[in-house]
Structures are given as structure tokens and as C-alpha cells.
């Protein structure tokens, strides 16, 4: 007599109930600060001896084990049935595209026009899900996350950045662009599919396999190219400690998050995550902020206002 197949972990009773808007855009808000905070404390790592890999490995591993424990506790069973299992293998390969893209455009671009280009998503997210269900966004909400784009250009002085480098001639690394708008489809197809497919199983079972095929191809590409690195005092060991509870509480809230609320008409609160970062940087690193980055942020504030209220 063959085993009876695993049965799909869905989500708790707490997951059917609607939650609160205005809960549901400040824990949105925690989560763009906690990943904001996540870039602030890989600084510390990666200037303190880390490198990419190994930051993108233990945050994955933390996390990983961090969920499995806790699923552990509650009785939550960790296994999917075979086509499910499948198709969370596929987003969690777009969430690792994601950050091996980010972190290469990173390497070639500077960072602002990196995030500025990342922060896409919600745009390409809201255009995939037109294109592929007929799920037409708000023209409110369309109109907010242009608007956020406009905010974070400013924010993060890029206009200003490229008249720099032109100014000591550089060019400006198309393969850099071209890295970061790949992160940003990624991730935006990873956020959709984890809607159409993922969306009835517990959300901690979602992170659970989304990091552990991030942590199996960051292993592999890692040990294949750059190698590790880890810290060599005790400031890196606290930024590469702190990125991985950030990171990992962070991603565990988007993927338990979003798809209940949708992600559609609220994966652009995500954009601040820029706005914070630039604001811990200069509270924890002591980075100067020009009056228009000041100007642009408060733009992207005005957007998310326009996010959180209106008709829904």
C-alpha cells in the first residue's frame, strides 16, 4: 500500500481573517526598514572582510533554519506535494536571479542607479499581472509608484552620479543596467508567482523553500567563482549577523504578507527601502544627504500616502 501523499501546509486561521489597512501598510513599512537596515549592516560585513557570497549564504542559511525550526515547534508539516514543491522551486530560482543579478549590478553601476532600476518591480509586477490574469492596477496606484520613481531618482542623487562619471568620463556599464532591470523582473515574477501558485500554502513553509534553493545556488555560484570570505573582527561578525536577522524577518514578512493582501496595489510600499537605507546611513555611517535627496524623499512619502489611502 503506498504512503499517502503530503498534504499541502496552508495557511492558519489567522490567514482568512482581512487584515486592517492601515496594520497592514505599517508592517509593510517595517519591512521596507528592515531590509533598508539589511544594506546598512552588509556595509559593516563587506567592509569588515566579508564578501557577497558568504553574506548571501548565511542570510539564506539563518533564515532557513530559523523557519524550519519554528514549523518544527508549531507541528506545521515542511513537506509539498511533488507539483507544489516544483513550482516553489521555480520562485525561489527567481528570488536567487534576484539577488545574484542585484549584487552584479551592484559591482558595476553605482548603487543608487542600481536600486533606482531595481525599483521597477512593483511597475513590472503590476504589468505582468494585467498581461497574464486581466487584472487591471488602479490608475491611482499606477500613478503613485510613477511617482515614487520620480521621488527615489532624486533621493538617491542620480542624475547628479551620472553627471559625474560623464564629467570624468565613464561610460555608463549597460551590462550594469541590464543586470539590475533582470534583478527587478525576477523578482517581480517571483512575487507573482508566489500569488498564482504559493498563495494557499503557509507562508513560512514559502520562505522555507524559497531560501533553501537561494542558499543551494549560492553555494554553488559562489564556490564556483568568488569563493567566501568571512569577517576578519568583531564588526563584521555583528553586520553579518544583524543583515541575516534583518533579512531574514524581512523576506519571511513579504512572502507571508503580500499574497494576502495582494501584491499588485501594494508592492511599491517596498520602495521605500531606498529611503530608509539613505536614512540609516546617515544616522549609523555618517553619509551626507544633498537637500534634494531630502526633496525626493519626501516625493516618495507623498506616494506611498496616496498608496495607503484612497478606495480600495
Same mark, same amino acid.
Given at each position: 500500500?503506498?504512503?499517502?501523499?503530503?498534504?499541502?501546509?496552508?495557511?492558519?486561521?489567522?490567514?482568512?481573517?482581512?487584515?486592517?489597512?492601515?496594520?497592514?501598510?505599517?508592517?509593510? *513599512?517595517?519591512? #521596507?526598514? /528592515?531590509? +533598508?537596515a539589511?544594506?546598512?549592516? $552588509?556595509?559593516? @560585513? =563587506?567592509?569588515?572582510? &566579508?564578501? %557577497?557570497?558568504?553574506?548571501?549564504?548565511?542570510?539564506?542559511?539563518?533564515?532557513?533554519?530559523?523557519?524550519?525550526?519554528?514549523?518544527?515547534?508549531?507541528?506545521?508539516?515542511?513537506?509539498?506535494?511533488?507539483?507544489?514543491?516544483?513550482?516553489?522551486?521555480?520562485?525561489?530560482?527567481?528570488?536567487?536571479?534576484?539577488?545574484?543579478?542585484?549584487?552584479s549590478?551592484?559591482?558595476?553601476?553605482?548603487?543608487?542607479?542600481?536600486?533606482?532600476?531595481?525599483?521597477?518591480?512593483?511597475?513590472?509586477?503590476?504589468?505582468?499581472?494585467?498581461?497574464?490574469?486581466?487584472?487591471r492596477?488602479?490608475?491611482?496606484?499606477?500613478?503613485?509608484?510613477?511617482?515614487?520613481?520620480?521621488?527615489?531618482?532624486?533621493?538617491?542623487?542620480?542624475?547628479?552620479? *551620472?553627471?559625474? #562619471?560623464? /564629467?570624468? +568620463?565613464?561610460?555608463?556599464?549597460m $551590462?550594469?543596467? @541590464? =543586470?539590475?532591470?533582470? &534583478?527587478? %523582473?525576477?523578482?517581480?515574477?517571483?512575487?507573482?508567482?508566489?500569488?498564482?501558485?504559493?498563495?494557499g500554502?503557509?507562508?513560512?513553509?514559502?520562505?522555507?523553500?524559497?531560501?533553501?534553493?537561494?542558499?543551494?545556488?549560492?553555494?554553488?555560484?559562489?564556490?564556483?567563482?568568488?569563493?567566501?570570505?568571512?569577517?576578519?573582527?568583531?564588526?563584521?561578525?555583528?553586520?553579518?549577523?544583524?543583515?541575516?536577522?534583518?533579512?531574514?524577518?524581512?523576506?519571511?514578512?513579504?512572502?507571508?504578507?503580500?499574497?494576502?493582501?495582494?501584491a499588485?496595489n501594494?508592492?511599491?510600499?517596498?520602495?521605500?527601502?531606498?529611503?530608509?537605507?539613505?536614512?540609516?546611513?546617515?544616522?549609523?555611517?555618517?553619509?551626507?544627504?544633498?537637500?534634494?535627496?531630502?526633496?525626493?524623499?519626501?516625493?516618495?512619502?507623498?506616494?506611498?500616502?496616496?498608496?495607503?489611502?484612497?478606495?480600495?
Amino acid at each position: 500500500m503506498s504512503a499517502p501523499a503530503p498534504t499541502v501546509p496552508t495557511a492558519s486561521g489567522a490567514g482568512s481573517r482581512p487584515i486592517p489597512r492601515p496594520v497592514a501598510v505599517a508592517v509593510l *513599512l517595517l519591512i #521596507a526598514v /528592515a531590509l +533598508g537596515a539589511n544594506h546598512v549592516a $552588509a556595509r559593516l @560585513a =563587506f567592509d569588515h572582510g &566579508a564578501n %557577497v557570497a558568504t553574506a548571501v549564504v548565511l542570510r539564506s542559511l539563518g533564515t532557513a533554519v530559523a523557519i524550519g525550526l519554528l514549523l518544527r515547534a508549531t507541528g506545521v508539516p515542511m513537506r509539498l506535494p511533488p507539483p507544489t514543491a516544483r513550482r516553489a522551486i521555480v520562485v525561489g530560482l527567481g528570488v536567487a536571479t534576484q539577488s545574484l543579478c542585484l549584487y552584479s549590478a551592484v559591482a558595476r553601476l553605482p548603487v543608487a542607479l542600481a536600486l533606482l532600476v531595481f525599483n521597477t518591480f512593483p511597475l513590472l509586477l503590476a504589468l505582468i499581472t494585467w498581461r497574464i490574469d486581466g487584472q487591471r492596477p488602479d490608475a491611482r496606484v499606477l500613478i503613485a509608484m510613477l511617482i515614487a520613481l520620480v521621488g527615489l531618482t532624486l533621493a538617491l542623487d542620480v542624475p547628479g552620479r *551620472l553627471a559625474g #562619471a560623464r /564629467a570624468a +568620463g565613464q561610460p555608463l556599464p549597460m $551590462a550594469g543596467v @541590464a =543586470f539590475a532591470f533582470a &534583478a527587478a %523582473v525576477a523578482f517581480s515574477t517571483a512575487l507573482f508567482l508566489t500569488t498564482r501558485w504559493l498563495g494557499g500554502v503557509d507562508g513560512r513553509v514559502r520562505t522555507l523553500w524559497t531560501m533553501g534553493v537561494v542558499l543551494t545556488v549560492a553555494v554553488v555560484v559562489g564556490g564556483s567563482t568568488i569563493g567566501f570570505a568571512l569577517p576578519v573582527d568583531a564588526t563584521g561578525w555583528l553586520g553579518l549577523g544583524l543583515l541575516t536577522v534583518l533579512y531574514g524577518a524581512a523576506i519571511t514578512g513579504v512572502f507571508v504578507l503580500l499574497p494576502r493582501l495582494g501584491a499588485v496595489n501594494n508592492a511599491a510600499l517596498l520602495n521605500f527601502e531606498p529611503i530608509a537605507a539613505m536614512a540609516l546611513g546617515w544616522l549609523v555611517l555618517d553619509q551626507r544627504m544633498a537637500p534634494v535627496q531630502v526633496a525626493g524623499a519626501l516625493i516618495v512619502v507623498v506616494a506611498i500616502v496616496m498608496l495607503s489611502t484612497g478606495r480600495r
